[in-house]
T-cell receptor
Framework: GEDVEQSLFLSVREGDSSVINCTYT??????LYWYKQEPGAGLQLLTY?????DMKQDQRLTVLLNKKDKHLSLRIADTQTGDSAIYFC???????????FGAGTTVTVRA | GAVVSQHPSWVICKSGTSVKIECRSL??????MFWYRQFPKQSLMLMAT?????????EQGVEKDKFLINHASLTLSTLTVTSAHPEDSSFYIC?????????????FGEGSRLTVL
């Protein structure tokens, strides 16, 4: 099956930028996603990128995709305390939209 | 974004009983929905793909007689955990794909926490 890996923890100061990294193994990935999960809640779709793109920006969020290295990153500008959550990287490699998830990166924003 | 709603948000039941969880797409039609399971502090594991009007497709290792999935309409899929046991306690989350051209949007419900005593 497809493997998706993320670092488990990230601590960032309020106002700084956060960068969450993800690597995947399946070269046929079609879409790559970033989801946010707050304690006890479901997953909130933050953004996603099609595999033929290398960058996507949406307000404070910037997604970079290096398809050659199979590396995906999410940058959050001006990180706020409300950004503290678990962030999941996920990918789907086929037309059936089954997602393979990373283990999640716990982001802690400190004052 | 599109809204996917699950009900109930949490349920506690006795061992041996069956529990039904609903997943609804509120403002769009979803011919395909997905059911995931998440253990504490772990990632999500796909259980099955729910197809409107046909049988669900289960992932390897998921008992289809244990986890009954019904996708009766374009906006509703249900997961029934039959004869639940404590090891079935988990967070169950559904997702649905917005059927539009040139989009890979996949939205998730709020999740349903099942505790089996």
């Amino acid at each position: 099956g497809e493997d998706v890996e993320q670092s488990l923890f990230l601590s960032v100061r309020e106002g700084d930028s956060s960068v969450i990294n993800c690597t995947y193994t399946d070269s046929s990935s079609t879409y790559l996603y970033w989801y946010k999960q707050e304690p006890g809640a479901g997953l909130q779709l933050l953004t996603y990128i099609f595999s033929n793109m290398d960058m996507k920006q949406d307000q404070r969020l910037t997604v970079l995709l290096n398809k050659k290295d199979k590396h995906l990153s999410l940058r959050i500008a001006d990180t706020q305390t409300g950004d503290s959550a678990i962030y999941f990287c996920a990918e789907t490699a086929s037309n059936d939209y089954k997602l393979s998830f990373g283990a999640g990166t716990t982001v802690t924003v400190r004052a | 974004g599109a809204v996917v709603s699950q009900h109930p948000s949490w349920v506690i039941c006795k061992s041996g009983t069956s529990v039904k969880i609903e997943c609804r797409s509120l403002d769009f039609q979803a011919t395909t929905m997905f059911w995931y399971r998440q253990f504490p502090k772990q990632s999500l594991m796909l259980m099955a793909t729910s197809n409107e009007g046909s049988k669900a497709t289960y992932e390897q290792g998921v008992e289809k007689d244990k986890f009954l999935i019904n996708h009766a309409s374009l906006t509703l899929s249900t997961l029934t955990v039959t004869s639940a046991h404590p090891e079935d306690s988990s967070f169950y989350i559904c997702s649905a794909r917005v059927i539009r051209e040139n989009t890979g949007e996949l939205f998730f419900g709020e999740g349903s926490r099942l505790t089996v005593l």
